[in-house]
T-cell receptor, first 115, second 115 residues
Framework: AQSVAQPEDQVNVAEGNPLTVKCTYS??????LFWYVQYPNRGLQFLLK??????LVKGSYGFEAEFNKSQTSFHLKKPSALVSDSALYFC?????????????FGQGTELSVKP | NAGVMQNPRHLVRRRGQEARLRCSPM?????VYWYRQLPEEGLKFMVY????????ESGMPKERFSAEFPKEGPSILRIQQVVRGDSAAYFC?????????????FGPGTRLTVT
């Protein structure tokens, strides 16, 4: 079964510092990996995805993610955090099985950026 | 280009009543996914539909829940005889196709409260 894990419920960062939100995955075959962000009482917004190609993926709002096959990780990063980045972040893997299409989400990581 | 639309945004039902949640996918998208987010939890897949077909309902509770995506009109998630445990945020997502790398676009969600 495919799964993703986000080992940290919460990440606290000072504004201007780099941030990392961790994600590890377990899939059979090649993974299709995604990061989404959720602001309070809102839907999910797509940030970036890894399908194939370069291990460093660049996305929206200055975020990027590094795919590491040997460590089965797909950590989300940003060089300089903003207070407005405070939100709930979800890592997801796409299920490419027989009924392919659904996303399997991690439990989410609450990012708090303090001024 | 309007995004994924969901209505109502908030729905309050008494125990035993029916809840109907509507989702209009993005223009040109024929694939709809429903997810549920329980308080303090991540998103869990419920059902995946194409026009007039249920493709994967592996995440749907066996009783009281049903979904449809008719040829014309929005997708409907129907919950009969609601119970307090059904209180959650229900998100709809759409994509242009099942296959491969495409991300899913999420609506703002319907927050169901059962009293």
């Amino acid at each position: 079964a495919q799964s993703v894990a986000q080992p940290e419920d919460q990440v606290n960062v000072a504004e201007g510092n780099p941030l990392t939100v961790k994600c590890t995955y377990s899939v059979s075959g090649n993974p299709y990996l995604f990061w989404y962000v959720q602001y309070p009482n809102r839907g999910l917004q797509f940030l970036l995805k890894y399908i194939t190609g370069d291990n460093l993926v660049k996305g929206s709002y200055g975020f990027e993610a590094e795919f590491n096959k040997s460590q089965t990780s797909f950590h989300l990063k940003k060089p300089s955090a903003l207070v407005s980045d405070s939100a709930l972040y979800f890592c997801a893997v796409r299920d490419m099985g027989n009924q392919g299409g659904k996303l399997i989400f991690g439990q989410g990581t609450e990012l708090s950026v303090k001024p | 280009n309007a995004g994924v639309m969901q209505n109502p945004r908030h729905l309050v039902r008494r125990r035993g009543q029916e809840a109907r949640l509507r989702c209009s996918p993005m223009k040109g998208h024929s694939h709809v996914y429903w997810y549920r987010q329980l308080p303090e939890e991540g998103l869990k897949f419920m059902v995946y539909l194409q026009k007039e077909n249920i493709i994967d309902e592996s995440g749907m509770p066996k009783e009281r829940f049903s979904a449809e995506f008719p040829k014309e009109g929005p997708s409907i998630l129907r919950i009969q005889q609601v119970v307090r445990g059904d209180s959650a945020a229900y998100f709809c997502a759409s994509s242009p196709g099942q296959i491969g790398s495409g991300e899913q676009y999420f609506g703002p969600g319907t927050r169901l409260t059962v009293t």
